[in-house]
């Protein structure tokens, strides 16, 4: 058992999507994203800039001297999405749109924020001055730009409201999680930030609601699916540290109180509960569920992005989907 249960975490850890090919115009559109950033902290008083850089720098894992990318370390389809719907004709000699700069800046500032936003209420980042001053900054210059871009949209004062709505009902909600569905589905109003750029944008390119609500649903595929695969990576420190992911939801009750128990570093160090946790979800198949659910959503994600003519983004996400396979750890006929 022992070996079966340092099989599972050593997949667990090194489990990832594939290499996504990102044509020259993607990634000069992410090296837009990261001056966004790059402006963000010299909006802020002189004082606090370099802080500024140098924290998000920590915080995204860049060294000294290396490149400033904040969303290089993002996957591809979390941003290159406003790209594909946003993009001039190459052969138009247009220059870029007002709605088309302000979504970028919008964007840019909703995908730095749920990491800041997470960190800084899980304890992981301290609550300092300069950590307040950029979240409160980013919130800001999003809305700003949010309003810039929903004067030009018919309802979209409507739109914004309703997505933060739910962005803060997922956050500070209280309802019950009790299977991967439900999971799933409160994940979706905790990304919903992620999603208002591209929605709008989706209606200034289709201006019909059902291709709108089909790009929604892709990101929302998308968005699920780069979840669950964190939940799987994080498996043994969401134990020790008690996080309820979507692991935590597929378990019963009986183990569910292995794993509240299991939290702190005594219970670390001690291993039993983790032990009789892990042991279950080996037998009863828990990861093979969840690889099984990232592949359902990453396929229809790419499926819808299809159907709504968004071919690059669609070949993106079937870059993900490539080396996935369903794991196997040797627990045939256990349970």
């Known amino acids: 058992m022992q070996d079966r249960i340092e099989g599972l975490l050593s997949f667990c850890s090194e489990f990832d999507f594939g290499p996504v090919d990102i044509s020259a115009g993607a990634k000069e559109f992410c090296r837009q994203l990261d ?31 290396q490149e400033f990318s904040i969303f290089t370390k993002y996957y591809p389809p979390a941003w290159s999405i406003v790209h594909w719907l946003t993009q001039n004709d190459s052969h138009s000699g247009k220059k870029e749109t007002m709605d088309a700069r302000d979504a970028k800046r919008a964007h840019s500032m909703a995908l730095l924020l ?34 810039r871009l929903i004067s030009r949209t018919d309802g979209g004062k409507d739109i914004v409201r309703s997505y933060l709505d739910n962005y803060y009902r997922g956050i500070c909600g209280s309802e019950a999680l009790d299977s991967l569905d439900s999971y799933c589905s409160h994940f979706r109003k905790q990304m919903a930030t992620w999603l208002i750029v591209p929605f709008l944008a989706a209606q200034k390119k289709f201006s019909d609601t059902q291709t709108c609500d089909a790009v929604k649903a892709a990101y929302e595929s998308f968005g699920i699916a780069w979840r669950l695969l964190d939940d799987i990576n994080d498996i043994k420190s969401d134990m020790i540290q008690g996080s309820h992911s979507s692991i935590y939801c597929c378990l019963p009750e009986d ?76 627990y045939e006929g256990h349970g």
Not at 301 to 330: H, M, T, V, Y
Request: glycine fraction near 4%.
């Open 35 to 65: 001056q966004e950033v790059i402006s963000l902290c010299k909006s802020l008083p002189e004082s606090t800039q370099t802080n500024a850089l140098l924290f998000l720098m920590h915080c995204f894992r860049i060294a000294l001297g």
């Open 255 to 330: 183990i569910r109180e292995y794993w509240d128990k299991a939290k702190g570093e005594e219970a670390a160090a001690d291993n039993t509960l983790i032990r009789n946790i892990l042991d279950y979800i080996l037998r009863n198949r828990i990861i093979e569920i969840l690889v099984e659910r990232i592949v359902v959503e990453l396929n229809s994600a790419a499926s819808i992005a299809d159907d709504c003519n968004l071919k690059s983004w669609a070949e993106e996400l079937r870059g993900l989907l490539k080396p996935i396979q369903i794991p196997k750890f040797g």
């Open 114 to 147: 749920h990491p800041l936003d997470d960190h800084l209420n899980d304890g992981e980042l301290a609550a300092t001055h300069l950590a307040l001053l950029l979240r409160s900054q980013s919130w800001l210059i999003m809305h700003d730009a949010l309003n």
